[in-house]
């Protein structure tokens, strides 16, 4: 699938892309250039406690630059492929199970997917809902308590 070019502003200066290939315009305003989400694991959203020590390790270990949301949020971003892969550090204040939260591509078969979902044991905890201009989302815990985002295009 490809999305026409699409203008995004972005008030805090900083911005967590999700899927697609930006470009920046200037300080706060980016061209979404192609949306392409081929991966199954699209996203990985990552809860910390101490953001400014987990920045440490992942620039370490992937030996990138992350992108530092704050002061606007209390996150951080990598991308690491234009195709959409990449997580999100989320500081918190108590990590809980399921502070690790997968995005799975359901290739624009969202409504689909979550039909099945409380058939097979599963919980909806957030039905489908927009994550403009990234598509859509629903959040479920999975037959054995995994939470995880189900995501779509459409």
């Known amino acids: 699938m490809q999305m026409d070019t699409l203008l995004l502003q972005n008030p805090f200066n900083s ?4 899927f697609g290939t930006l470009t920046a315009l ?3 305003a980016y061209k979404l250039m192609s949306y392409q989400p081929v991966n199954t694991i699209l996203w990985l959203d990552i809860a910390v406690i101490d953001l400014d020590r987990a920045i440490n390790f992942y620039q370490s270990v992937m030996n990138v630059e992350l992108r530092d949301g704050r002061p606007s949020t209390r996150s951080a971003t990598l991308q690491l492929s234009n195709q959409g892969s990449g997580l999100t550090l989320i500081e918190v204040s108590e990590l809980l199970p399921g502070s690790l939260t997968p995005y799975l591509n359901c290739h624009d078969r969202l409504e689909q997917a979550l039909s099945q979902v409380t058939l097979n044991g599963g919980t909806i905890l957030q039905d489908k809902h927009s994550m403009e201009p990234f598509g859509y989302r629903a959040v479920i815990l999975d037959s054995e308590g995994n939470r995880i985002a189900l995501h779509s295009a459409l």
């Not at 911005?15 to 999700?18: E, H, K, P, Y």
């Open 26 to 28: 200037s300080s706060n």
């Open 15 to 18: 911005f967590s892309l999700v």
